[in-house]
């Protein structure tokens, strides 16, 4: 079983988007995935159609393994299960007993599913460190702009001072506008320098935004466009690099 995060310290660069994504496509492929939604705004769990409600509430999840299988909803979709999101989690920062409460709790889901996604909400947390000890590959959306790479250069460095060498880290950059000169400098420039990039990237396309109107995600109804291929590229460039993996 891979565990993969979805995680940037920074909110809005796409992270949703490439959950809800990325959960669909790896389900569709056959795989058996289960998307964790662990941010209060719910954001998955409404593009999911899923209500954003845990009996009990996130303490319960942490701390019980039948309250966690209890949780976990069908989706529309084969082989894709769903962990809402509730408005308890804003408070997991405080109900979490030690770094790895988290990966204990998902230790029972074992055997169930081939992957478990986690979006992940913003900030860098005690819940966030849970994350980091959870997970054995993290995929991080980048917005190409200097600050946004200032960041990411900050959290590469907070991995390699806390000595998590166990967690694959895959930036990708995302809502690229190929029209902006900066985008394109960037892009072009920036793989180089920090290699793990992976190769593939997201456009800023209105399809992606599309997502919330429709509340489903982007290759169920628009599955010839651009973004929608990029994301079945990107899946296939996340999964091979799994591949080189020891399971988590
Ligand atoms: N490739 C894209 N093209 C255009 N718009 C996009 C793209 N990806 C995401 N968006 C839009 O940008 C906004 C933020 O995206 P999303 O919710 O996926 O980001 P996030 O990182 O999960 O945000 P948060 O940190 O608040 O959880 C949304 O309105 C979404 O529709
Ligand atoms: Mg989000």
Not at 19 to 42: E, F, H, I, T
Not at 137 to 163: C, G, H, N, W
Request: net charge positive; charged share 25%; aromatic share 8%.
């Amino acid at each position: 079983m891979n565990t993969v995060a979805i995680y940037h310290i920074k909110g809005g660069v796409g992270k949703t988007a490439t959950a809800v994504n990325l959960a669909y496509l790896a389900a569709l492929s056959g795989q058996r995935v289960l998307l964790w939604d662990l941010d209060p705004q719910a954001a998955s769990s409404f593009y999911f159609r899923v209500k954003p409600k845990v009996k009990g509430g996130g303490k319960k999840l942490l701390h019980s393994d039948e309250a966690i299988f209890k949780a976990i909803k069908a989706s529309d979709y084969e082989n894709l299960d769903i962990l809402p999101a509730d408005f308890s989690y804003r408070k997991m920062d405080h109900q979490l007993e030690n770094k790895k409460t988290l990966k204990r709790a998902l230790e029972p889901l074992r055997g169930a599913y081939d992957l478990i996604l986690l979006d992940c909400p913003p900030n860098i947390t005690y819940l966030s460190e849970n994350i980091f000890r959870a997970c054995n590959a993290m995929i991080i959306p980048v917005i190409p702009t200097i600050l946004s790479l200032r960041t990411l250069e900050q959290l590469i460095d907070y991995f390699q001072s806390k000595d998590m060498s166990h967690i694959k880290l895959m930036p990708f950059f995302s809502i690229v506008d190929s029209r902006r000169q900066l985008h394109k400098e960037i892009i072009n420039s920036l793989p180089e320098k920090i290699p793990m990039f992976l190769k593939t990237y997201i456009p800023n396309a209105s399809e992606v935004e599309q997502m919330g109107v429709r509340r489903k995600p982007l290759s169920v109804f628009a599955n010839a466009s651009k973004p929608s291929k990029a994301y079945c590229y990107l899946l296939a460039e996340i999964m091979g690099r799994l591949k080189e993996l020891p399971e988590a």
